[in-house]
Nanobody, 121 residues
């Protein structure tokens, strides 16, 4: 069982920055891939960024490439999403997810409750 808690959401102006954090707690934190997803009002949940257990591989959805950076600190069981040059279309609830890297997928992930990010023009 893995519990995830996001923090760092809030209100930002277009062009501004926010840094999201996700703290993970588990009895056995075996190698987990972690990712960020988001859901805008009236839309489905979409992939934003993913990072492997080692941190050596990352992937981003096209709309955030060059603006968002995902990172992790396994010693602290945390993953971060640095968001820069924010756009109004980045407004959404952002969710942290974790799944066993070798045997799991985002479909079977553990999820945090989400944190709201609102970008104003």
């Amino acid at each position: 069982q893995v519990q995830l808690t996001e923090s760092g959401g809030g209100l930002a102006q277009a062009g501004g920055s926010l840094r999201l954090s996700c703290a993970a707690s588990a009895r056995s934190f075996s190698p987990f891939a972690m990712g960020w997803f988001r859901q805008a009002p009236g839309q489905g949940r979409e992939f934003v960024a993913i990072i492997t257990w080692s941190g050596g591989n990352t992937n981003y959805t096209d709309s955030v490439k060059g603006r968002f950076t995902i990172s992790r600190d396994n010693a602290k069981n945390t993953v971060h999403l640095q968001m820069t040059n924010l756009k109004t279309e980045d407004t959404a609830v952002y969710y942290c997810a974790a799944w066993p890297e070798l045997t799991g997928t985002p479909r079977t992930a553990y999820w945090g409750p989400g944190t709201q990010v609102t970008v104003s023009s």
